[in-house]
């Protein structure tokens, strides 16, 4: 599958406007996001693109603002390429696990060490949803839980699941590439116990899990949290990411409507990670 990259560039450059249009544009089928100087680098692919929803977004504010939007096709060969010119650098994450592609050579040792060949799927660790993801599951416990792993990217958190001693992970992504990706990346972090599937929460059926962990977006979030909760044993853990603070009322209702006690929450430049236990 071919992606588009969608460069945009904001004058006068605002944090805050950045940040909008990021949400904007995921709720319209960009993927992942890179932050530039003085602006956004957003990927999505190519057959879901179309020029009317930027020039929607984008519309709302140009009383205050100017954009710059340039389109670059990125082939799926040249990916390992993008990631290495957009430095994909070792991540250090709660001085506890590092974060490298199998390029790197130079990196600290900790606990933890995850191996993520750079691909389309999202989840390198850099994104900030990603990262408090990951902490969450540095605090929490996985000895022998069954987790369940939804949009799963890379798959870079149910290894970091497995590898803390989690009983087995289910890994269900509805992208081709995350897909193989994560089938890889379990490979190449000799992770056995991982079953990985691709499509969506419909695939989900009467196995319960201890945790839940999904990184996807607002609207797909609000969808699938009826499920994810059926999906879930009594006083299992549910961890939600891949929306902005001012969603966060929105999904806080939706999981508490569904049985979901909040458990609190992070936030990083306005990205939201929100833990929940089942009554």
Known sequence: MDYLKISIQISPFAEWIRDVINSELANIGFESFVETEKGMEAFIPEKNYTDL??????????????FSIEKEKIESKNW???WEKNYFKPLVIKEECVIRAPFHTDFP??????????????????HETTSMMIEHILENEMTGKKVLDMGC???????????????????IDIDEW???????????????NIEVK?????????EKYDIIFANIQRNVLLA????????LNKTGKIFLSGYYENDLNDIKTA?????????????????VAHGFVKK
Not at 53 to 66: L, P
Not at 198 to 206: F, I, R, V
Not at 224 to 231: H, L
Not at 265 to 270: A, P
């Open 53 to 66: 929803g930027i020039g929607e977004i984008v519309k709302s504010y140009e009383e205050d603002f100017k």
């Open 80 to 82: 390992n390429e993008e």
């Open 109 to 126: 040792k900790t606990k933890y060490e995850i191996i993520i060949e750079p691909n389309m799927a999202f989840g390198t660790g850099n």
């Open 153 to 171: 990217g890379t798959g870079i958190l149910g290894i970091l699941a497995s590898m803390k001693g989690a009983k087995t992970v289910t890994a």
């Open 178 to 192: 995350s897909f193989n990706g994560t089938m890889e990346n379990s490979v190449l972090n000799q992770i056995k």
């Open 198 to 206: 691709q499509g969506d929460a419909s695939l989900l059926g009467t």
């Open 224 to 231: 699938d949290i009826p499920v994810y909760s059926k999906c």
């Open 255 to 271: 999981a508490e409507n569904r049985g979901l006690e909040d458990a609190g929450f992070k936030v990083r430049n306005n990205w």
